[in-house]
Every structure is written in structure tokens, then in C-alpha cells.
């Protein structure tokens, strides 16, 4: 195992195939994971085991990539530790209680994250089911981040802005270092969930830290991210979205292992941001995706030739596969990491 592509990458190796991977490989975009899905809710699909652990795998056996990323969606270990959520089609999490005053930071707060791991099992079961399957191939464990979380906590669902989550940082700075603090005791539990169940690298999502400055992610949310990750003893990626303007604190210190890259940065610059001691992961754009394969095949050959400035680059997206998105092309992407497509 340790000699996979990938965790050779994340050690700061340059393996001799370019690993690659996409973050939401399972689940959208695929037609064979919609058939799997028909009559069965988002959330009830992370905590089926045979069923999570079928889409995990899925995207691997069709598109040959370098490593699994466990199927679950980032509100999973909220929902395991008691919270109403519910994700509505179309919309993303919806939350019944919003968490935008003291007393309902102290209600949340007082559930041990202990919580998480007891109701666990059916996430340790299912990663436990692709190990044996893809042996040598990396299962790669996800959680989100401190402030992605709580921006879906304080406003109740999705936002554009998450303005009500960064009024509570100015607002009641104590209620939002509670809250804040809690979530990254959960994520550290989730993670902790499958490390031990078998994956053998974990990456923790901020989605929305981009809509902060730099000053509010250095004092309200870094430090949080960086006890997410406390103790996690696999290679650990950092990634998200919109955060060229504080690539140098998503490093979180020296904890994370690589950073993930949007497709709005080339990842030469971001490798003479960064240092030399850091694996930058990224950064195909998305949207060329649905662009004509001779316009598709350089973007990616470009990228490849950035990232050669890295200490070591895995391959991926600047975001997730969106479920538009061919499967073919992907797989071509695949061939042409590997050397296997001209």
C-alpha cells in the first residue's frame, strides 16, 4: 500500500505514474450509481454499508483512478451525532433548528462527539467492505471543515454569502469559537471512523472558507481546521474552494500533507506560494469538462506541466465532477495521467 501513486505523492514522492483522482468520482455522474440510487434518500444511502460501499467503488473499476474517496456527504457525522438534517434534492443540507444564537450553540455543544463513533458503524462496515476489494488501491476518508459545517449550521441550508455565520464570528466571538471548536472535535471523530476502519488517507473540505479574508480565517476558522486534523496520523489533504488568497494558511502549519487547488490559481504559482515542502492537488477546471477533447487534452497536459513545479502533484479537479459530466471524458483522463492516451 504505501507504495501506491498516491500516497507516494502525498509523502512528497513523484511516483512514476501521475496519480489522479476527482473529488465526487462517486455518485452523480455516473449511471450506474443513479440506477443504485432509485427510491433510496441521499443520507439513508451513506448509512447503508453494501450500498455506500458499491458507489465507492464504482468510479475505480470504471475509470481506473489511483485511489477510492469513501461515499458520504459532509453532514453525515452531524446527522450520526443526533442533528435533524435532511438533504432536499435540488438544495443541499436543510437543517430544522438553525444554530444562530448562544443558547442554541449550547444545546448542540452539549452533544459528546463521542456521539459520532457510537453510531459509526455502518461507516466503518462499509469501508471495511472496499479495502478487501481494491487491496492495494488507497481508500481516501473525507470530513468537512470547521467552517463549511458551521455555515450550514448557522444558516440553516445552503448560502451564497454565509452571512449570518460570519456575523456570529463578530457577534458573539465566544458562541462561534464553541461551535466552531465542537465541529472540528466531530470531523476529527469521522475521520478517526475510518482511518481505523481502513482508509489510508483522509482530505478535509471547506467549501465556503473563500468567502472569508484572511484576517477572519486566520483568527475565527484556522485553528479549528488544524484541530480537525489533530492526531490524524494518515496524509491528510486540505481543500477549498475560492482560497487563493489564503493558500498560505490552508498548509494549516505544516498539518497538511497537500492542498487542494481551485482552477481559478495555476499551480505553478500556487507551488511558489506554498514552498517546496507541500504535494498541491488539482487543478483541472471543471467547466472544460464539456469543452472538445483537443481543448480539454492540452488544459489537463498544462496543468500536468504546473504541477511539475510542485515537490510532488496528484492530479484532480479545481472542484467536484459535476453531474453533467461525461464519464468517458473522465476515464479519458485517466489514460492520459497514466501515459495510456495521446
Known amino acids: 500500500m504505501a507504495t501506491a501513486p498516491l500516497l507516494r505523492a502525498l509523502h512528497g514522492d513523484r511516483p512514476e505514474r501521475l496519480p489522479v483522482w476527482f473529488m465526487r468520482q462517486a455518485g452523480r455522474s455516473l449511471p450506474e450509481y443513479r440506477d443504485l440510487r432509485v427510491g433510496t434518500r441521499m443520507l439513508d444511502a451513506c ?21 477510492a474517496v469513501f461515499f458520504s456527504d459532509i453532514v453525515v457525522p452531524l446527522l450520526l451525532a443526533g442533528i435533524d438534517v435532511e438533504i432536499q ?8 433548528e438553525p444554530v444562530r444564537t448562544a443558547a442554541d450553540v449550547a444545546r448542540v455543544t452539549a452533544i459528546e462527539p463521542a456521539a459520532v463513533v457510537a453510531a459509526s458503524g455502518p461507516i466503518a462496515e462499509a469501508i471495511g467492505i472496499v479495502t478487501a476489494e481494491l487491496g492495494e488501491v488507497p481508500v481516501i476518508g473525507f470530513a468537512g471543515a470547521p467552517f463549511t459545517l458551521a455555515a450550514y449550521l448557522v444558516e440553516g441550508g445552503p448560502s451564497k454569502e454565509h452571512l449570518r455565520a460570519r456575523g456570529l464570528m463578530h457577534a458573539d466571538p465566544d458562541s462561534w469559537h464553541r461551535l466552531a471548536g465542537w465541529l472540528a472535535e466531530v470531523s476529527r471523530a469521522f475521520l478517526g471512523v475510518q482511518t481505523d476502519a481502513g482508509a489510508s488517507a483522509v482530505q478535509l473540505f471547506d467549501s465556503w472558507a473563500g468567502s472569508l479574508s484572511a484576517a477572519d480565517y486566520r483568527e475565527f476558522v484556522a485553528p479549528h481546521s488544524l484541530a480537525a486534523l489533530e492526531g490524524v496520523t494518515v496524509p491528510r489533504i486540505h481543500f477549498g474552494v475560492g482560497t487563493g488568497h489564503l493558500l498560505p ?59 511539475e513545479a510542485a515537490r510532488a502533484h496528484i492530479l484532480n479537479l479545481g472542484h467536484g465532477v459535476p453531474p453533467e459530466a461525461d464519464p468517458t471524458v473522465l476515464t479519458r483522463i485517466v489514460a492520459l495521467a497514466h501515459g495510456e492516451d495521446a
Open 249 to 307: 494558511d490552508m498548509r494549516l502549519n505544516g498539518r497538511a500533507d497537500a492542498v487542494g487547488v481551485d482552477w481559478r490559481m495555476p499551480l505553478d504559482e500556487a507551488a511558489r506560494i506554498l514552498g517546496p515542502d507541500v504535494t498541491l492537488q488539482g487543478n483541472i477546471d471543471p467547466a472544460l469538462l464539456a469543452a472538445p477533447w483537443p481543448v480539454l487534452s492540452a488544459h489537463v497536459r498544462d496543468v500536468i506541466g504546473r504541477g
Open 47 to 67: 448509512l447503508d454499508p453494501a450500498l455506500a460501499a458499491e458507489i465507492t467503488l464504482q468510479p475505480v473499476r470504471r475509470h481506473g483512478v489511483d485511489a
Open 89 to 96: 434534492p435540488g438544495r443541499g443540507p436543510v437543517f430544522a
